[in-house]
């Protein structure tokens, strides 16, 4: 049973944290409810429908590609105007009206509507998102605050996940984006209600920030292209775990059963629990490391997380714990690559360029979904079985670990 002390301890710790932090971690967490089941589910909602892997990855790509826009779009924003109310409710408006497309949609076009819209919002959003977290943290370390915004987004997503499961499973076919239109409108409300303070502390932070950010800072640091490069690795692993691994455990591997959407819903379930409860450690454990040493470990983790994968595909009995290690691996590695890369990129930024930096990344987060998904459909498709695409991206991440361990050790 929980004590009533452990709630007052809970609430001691986070009313240390500053009043614009603990508000952006609220939106944060509300907008990571909403499209947790959007992110892994949705691929499971359309297969059912039966939408070919190949139209399901599609649907990912170009969602990719129209972000990139709204994403270079929204930094160029940030770095006039500095404000985040504008882009938060926007994405939060298109985010609702994509959602509305992929409840009524049985085929492929509106399907890919949908995606698009979704790809839109998220361009939008992130860097938005991202943008506040330095500038409202003070005195906060700034990698501890990305642990904490990120912990709570860990949270919301196993929510979104859990619940959109369970409501998908026994309820409505479609539950995670009636949940995913309920959070939009809830950081539309936090928005508006607190738009003033925003903008307000927003100015002074901006005002006081000096340690963290170097104000003189001209041109982008020496290692910038090394580091965006192991960013966007990383980014594509993650989003080959998030479409392309239900696809794959569902269909079965070159000698692995398959596995029924339940099951696989549950190991996904499992992977964002660990999540949820690593964030925090982790993050904190890597903000008293070097600056890299977070993106040299999630590298790592992610090499063997896909090798395992591969691995499994090759055997049956044993591959449900390998499949399960290998998540553990990814958790570790989500846990420390989340808050240092943004932290890094922020850094590495010169100080004129930080909303297009920020764009950049989450950039990099799209771009994981240009090729990957449809590339990896493809390969389902054709064969079966995806064990060449965890192979690939475990060579991949190895390779980039050396290079950056050696040059940025």
Do not use: H
Not at 184 to 206: A, C, G, P
Not at 303 to 313: D, K, W
Not at 319 to 347: E, H, M, N, Q
């Amino acid at each position: 049973m929980i004590s009533p002390n452990s709630f007052q301890i809970s609430k001691n710790w986070w009313m240390k944290f500053p009043y614009p932090l603990r508000l952006i971690t609220k939106i944060r967490f509300y907008a990571a409810f909403g499209a947790g089941g959007v992110i892994y589910l949705t691929s499971l909602i359309f297969n059912n429908i039966g939408l070919s892997a190949t139209d399901i990855g599609l649907g990912f790509t170009i969602s990719a590609i129209i972000g990139t826009a709204t994403r270079f779009f929204t930094g160029n924003y940030l770095n006039k105007k500095g404000k985040i109310q504008f882009p938060l409710i926007s994405s939060s408006i298109l985010s609702i009206t994509a959602s509305l497309f992929l409840i009524f949609s049985k085929e492929t076009y509106f399907y890919i509507i949908g995606q698009s819209i979704v790809g839109a919002a998220a361009g939008i959003y992130w860097p938005s998102a991202e943008f506040g977290v330095p500038y409202f943290c003070y005195p906060i370390d700034t990698r501890k605050a990305y642990a904490l915004v990120r912990s709570s987004e860990a949270l919301g997503i196993f929510l979104g996940v859990f619940l959109g499961g369970f409501m998908t499973n026994y309820l409505y076919s479609k539950s995670i984006f009636i949940n995913d239109i309920f959070c939009m409108f809830v950081i539309t409300y936090l928005i508006s209600k607190n738009n003033s303070s925003i903008t307000r502390n927003l100015e002074n932070f901006q005002k006081k920030l000096v340690n963290p950010v170097k104000q003189t800072q001209l041109k982008w640091n020496k290692n910038s292209k090394i580091i965006i490069l192991s960013i966007l690795l990383i980014t594509t692993s993650l989003a080959l775990i998030q479409v392309t691994l239900p696809l794959d455990l569902v269909k079965g591997g070159v000698f692995r059963n398959e596995l029924s959407k339940e099951i696989t819903s549950f190991i996904i379930s499992i992977q964002l629990i660990l999540l949820l409860f690593l964030q925090w450690p982790v993050g904190s454990w890597i903000s008293k490391k070097g600056r890299l040493f977070g993106l040299k470990f999630s590298l790592i983790n992610f090499s063997f997380a896909s090798f395992l994968l591969f691995i499994s595909s090759y055997l049956n009995i044993t591959a449900f714990f390998l499949i399960s290690f290998s998540l553990i691996l990814v958790s570790l590695g989500t846990a420390s690559f989340l808050p240092t890369s943004t932290d890094v990129v922020f850094r590495i930024a010169p100080s004129k360029k930080k909303g297009f930096a920020l764009a950049l990344l989450s950039q990099c987060f799209a771009m994981g979904y240009f090729f990957g998904p449809f590339i990896s459909g493809r390969i389902l498709d054709l064969f079966g079985y995806a064990s060449i695409i965890w192979l690939s991206i475990s060579f991949c991440c190895f390779v980039v670990f050396l290079i950056l361990f050696r040059k940025l050790f």
